[in-house]
């Protein structure tokens, strides 16, 4: 079983390099890096966003509460590493989270052309809730509503 812990600052340079593993197969598709690719992961760590699972790091997932719900924000594992549930038990992390927090619902968003994860997400309960343009992306939003048991 993997352990998901919370990031420390040795991991960013981990968190960087599966960040840019992960989406890398995407640039041709979006025509630009996708937003993870840039992200700020020194300000998520700042912010107690940013957890990490497996060490070193095998992936990663930066989430937080926003209103009523919890916003996944990002998650990614290491090429070498997919396929052993890492990135589901990240997803699974930040929904006890948000349950332990009082939260309603995890929310998030996919580029439109990431096509495996519009196939994913619903096959992991969210429900898609919208489609805009945003800082020059398409993206798909999400919405899983989470029971309090």
Known sequence: MTVIRPAEAKDLVRVRSIARAAYARYVPRIGREPAP?????????????????GEPAEGYVVAYPRGDHWHLENVAVDPVAQGRGIGRALAAHVEALARGAGAAAIELYTNAKMTENLRLYPRLGYTETGRRTEDGFDRVFFRKPLSSG
């Open 37 to 53: 690719m840039v992200a700020d992961f020194a300000a998520a760590l700042a912010a107690g966003q940013l957890w990490v699972a």
